[in-house]
């Protein structure tokens, strides 16, 4: 064995983003979080995240959609990292992220780069964790991170973090409408509870009519059922979601939503060709910053390359 053979080389894992087919917010609960149902969506929009060992902790963010992604100790990538060191063994490592998952847009890229991390190191370092181990530490970085590390198509409850498998049929086409900017989870959830003050909000529960629509794996069932309660706060914060909503559904999209806490707005189109069409009008019009089309369910974080050092 060569000296080179004791130090693991890079590990590069591709994480996709989410979309909320369902959204249901509950009541504000003590911790500050708010009770959920919701059905998440693996889609095959990825950042790849490469994790290597290093002399010291450190993260660095390419791509054309790394402004705006922080590269201190607040980045999502390095938490993870970090918190699976103290939790087990690792040294220090650096997380190499490649975006291609909009920034604070309401499809998980922060949790994506988190869960890419945890996956990544439990590979790097040889810790052997299962599933259920890698999203218990995943729980604490977000309530959405567990899901990253499953992908596919999945019921969250509590506050997101506890999952339960769905039963999917089917691919789904979408196309996303990236806005101007962020939009900050923590104040679309304060404008959803400014929104709803003097209400009683109850428990939230999963629509069956929605997992009856996914068994049938066809567009048109599951379009009626998406839904957002963070929706009309999304709007409030940024009135002109209102009218990206309107132009998809006049270019031929079968539903449009915003997806988690906005500003994406999330289009289910009949097929790739629709989809292409539906990209192309929104383009043309104006009233969006950017398109991406993918498809979804995908697989949640999984090694695509490690370097034989
Ligand atoms: O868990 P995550 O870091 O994604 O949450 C970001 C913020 O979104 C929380 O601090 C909270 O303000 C809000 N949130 C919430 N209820 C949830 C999930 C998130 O109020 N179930």
Redo the contacts with the bound molecule.
């Keep these: 064995m060569t000296a080179s053979r004791l130090v693991p080389g890079p590990v590069t894992v591709r994480v996709p983003a989410k979309v909320n087919l369902e959204l249901l917010?509950g009541p504000?609960?003590d911790d500050?979080?708010?009770?959920?149902a919701t059905v998440y969506q693996a889609v095959g929009l990825y950042d790849d995240v490469t994790v290597a060992a290093a002399d010291t902790w450190g993260v660095s963010v390419s791509g054309a959609l790394a402004a705006g992604v922080p590269t201190d100790a607040d980045n999502?990538g390095l938490r993870a990292a970090r918190l699976l060191a103290d939790r087990y063994a690792g040294g220090p490592a650096h997380v190499g992220i490649r975006k291609g998952i909009p920034v604070a847009g309401g499809m998980?890229g922060?949790?994506a780069d988190a869960a890419a991390a945890l996956v990544g190191l439990d590979q790097l370092w040889d810790l052997g964790l299962d599933r259920d181990e890698l999203e218990e530490v995943a729980a604490e970085?977000?309530?959405?991170?567990p899901f990253l590390v499953s992908g596919g198509t999945a019921m969250g409850s509590?506050?997101?973090?506890r999952l339960a498998p769905v039963l999917a049929r089917g691919t789904y086409h979408w196309v996303f409408a990236l806005a101007e900017g962020g939009l900050s989870?923590?104040?679309?959830?304060?404008e959803c509870d400014r929104l709803r003050a003097g209400t009683v909000v109850p428990e939230p529960v999963a629509t069956p009519a929605l997992m009856a629509a996914l068994r049938t794996g066809d567009p048109h069932e599951l379009a009626p059922q998406l839904t957002n309660d963070l929706q009309p706060a999304a709007i409030s914060l940024r009135p002109e979601l209102g009218e990206t909503l309107d132009a998809g559904m006049e270019y031929g999209a079968l539903a449009g939503v915003v997806s988690g806490?906005g500003p994406t707005i999330a289009f289910l189109v009949e097929n790739n060709e629709a989809g292409i069409d539906l990209a192309v009008a929104l383009t043309a019009s104006g009233v969006v910053r950017d398109v991406r089309r993918a498809a979804g369910p995908v697989h949640g974080a999984h090694v695509i390359h490690q370097r034989a050092d």
């Design positions: 917010v504000l609960r500050g979080f708010h009770t959920l999502l998980a922060g949790s970085l977000g309530s959405d991170v509590g506050r997101g973090e989870t923590p104040e679309v959830y304060a806490s």
